[in-house]
Nanobody
Framework: VQLQASGGGLVQAGGSLKLSCKGS????????TAWFRQAPGKEREFVGS????????KYSDSVKARFTISRDNAKNTLYLQMNSLKPEDTALYYC??????????????????WGPGTLVTVSS
């Protein structure tokens, strides 16, 4: 499946932003999906992942209680609702997918499909 993320932009600290990631076809529902991010000069890090059905979710400690991951398989779309944004959330955000039931991994090399990133900038 091919992925295309959108929704990034500039927001003030404390604000909200919602990212979307559109899958290319109906096979999207067969893939577990995730969000990663990469700040300038840092390694790519796990943000959250969600199972194919959308029932199971997991977040990194740094975003837990502020970010919500969801998906709409009828629209082939993955979402990331980001609230209470902080300057340290500034990064290029990537969506990722992998085929099958295994829906949780913090290792980027275990996710086979990636979309181009969308930039989120949080000003203080």
């Amino acid at each position: 499946v091919q992925l295309q993320a959108s929704g990034g932009g500039l927001v003030q600290a404390g604000g909200s932003l919602k990212l979307s990631c559109k899958g290319s076809d109906r096979t999207f529902g067969n893939y577990a999906t995730a969000w990663f991010r990469q700040a300038p000069g840092k390694e790519r890090e796990f943000v959250g992942s969600i199972s194919r059905s959308g029932i199971n979710k997991k977040y990194s400690d740094s975003v837990k209680a502020r970010f919500t991951i969801s998906r709409d398989n009828a629209k082939n779309t993955l979402y990331l609702q980001m609230n209470s944004l902080k300057p340290e959330d500034t990064a290029l955000y990537y969506c990722a997918a992998r085929y099958g039931n295994s829906w949780y991994s913090t290792h980027s090399d275990e996710w086979g499909s990636w979309g181009p990133g969308t930039l989120v900038t949080v000003s203080s």
